[in-house]
């Protein structure tokens, strides 16, 4: 119980670090699944869009 005491603002930190990572990574499969870009900006005007998506027929 002691130890629990002692690092107590340790085990904050490093849950509120976990939670914002689980964020993240649950924005980027959804943004994914919808087909968003990962940088955040259009396809249309990227130079790399041929590289980066494959064109659905």
């Not at 919808?34 to 998506?53: M, P």
């Amino acid at each position: 119980m002691n130890w629990l005491t002692e690092n107590i603002s340790t085990i904050i930190v490093i849950l509120i670090l976990v939670a914002v990572v689980a964020l993240v990574i649950v924005r980027m499969v959804k943004n994914k699944k919808a087909g968003k870009s990962s940088c955040g900006c259009g396809c249309s005007t990227c130079t790399f869009e041929e590289q980066c998506h494959s064109k659905k027929k």
